[in-house]
T-cell receptor
Framework: ETGVTQTPRHLVMGMTNKKSLKCEQH?????MYWYKQSAKKPLELMFV???????ENNSVPSRFSPECPNSSHLFLHLHTLQPEDSALYLC??????????????FGSGTQLSVL | KQEVTQIPAALSVPEGENLVLNCSFT??????LQWFRQDPGKGLTSLLL?????REQTSGRLNASLDKSSGRSTLYIAASQPGDSATYLC??????????FGAGTILRVKS
């Protein structure tokens, strides 16, 4: 394991459901990220939290709602999703301002299918 | 707007061959560049990170170079093995918090 844990690994949901993705990092990092990876497209940054404050929201639809209660946990709340939202959702963490040059460490992802 | 391109999109080589993956970026104003490996359906594993002031980084059979002025990086894999089969992603970090990723190179090493 990489030190970043995501649950669930797989999720199938209908368009009217509400679900949440969870991410936990055990690396003592101060920044956490949500990325979306769709088939045959580059990774897209969705949100960045630094010291529990959202510092970037990359024009993501409001049906995706992030929450960062502390520096170790990050959630992505989902509601009324569309089939085109089906993708691999990846969480990552890093130490901003650290000597490692802000290397990103990724979780294994949640494979989301919206029916 | 920063754009990252990786060539080739896919590569198949016999075991033992040395190989080079290419990454180019349009804006040379970057803080660092990272190479990642991704296995199917899995997350990304960071392989090498090169700061903008560095020219190369090495880890085992991997060597990554950076030529910031020309907007290019290469990932050299020596003596390839079937276990190296994966998608290799290049990402640059411009100002701010946002990494910009390439689409990746799918590598298959045949035994």
């Amino acid at each position: 394991e990489t030190g970043v844990t995501q649950t669930p690994r797989h999720l199938v949901m209908g368009m009217t459901n509400k679900k949440s993705l969870k991410c936990e990092q055990h690396l003592g990092h101060n920044a956490m990220y949500w990325y979306k990876q769709s088939a045959k497209k580059p990774l897209e940054l969705m949100f960045v939290y630094s010291l529990e404050e959202r510092v970037e929201n990359n024009s993501v639809p409001s049906r995706f709602s992030p929450e960062c209660p502390n520096s170790s946990h990050l959630f992505l709340h989902l509601h009324t999703l569309q089939p085109e939202d089906s993708a691999l959702y990846l969480c990552a963490s890093s130490q901003m301002g650290g000597r490692s040059g802000e290397k990103l460490f990724f979780g294994s992802g949640t494979q989301l299918s919206v029916l | 707007k920063q754009e990252v391109t990786q060539i080739p999109a896919a590569l198949s080589v016999p075991e033992g061959e040395n190989l080079v993956l290419n990454c180019s970026f349009t804006d040379s104003a970057i803080y660092n560049l990272q190479w990642f490996r991704q296995d199917p359906g899995k997350g990304l594993t960071s392989l090498l990170l090169i700061q903008s002031s560095q020219r190369e980084q090495t880890s085992g059979r991997l060597n990554a170079s950076l030529d910031k002025s020309s907007g290019r990086s290469t990932l050299y894999i020596a003596a390839s093995q079937p276990g190296d089969s994966a998608t290799y992603l290049c990402a640059v970090r411009p100002a701010g918090n946002k990494l910009v990723f390439g689409a990746g190179t799918i590598l298959r090493v045949k035994s």
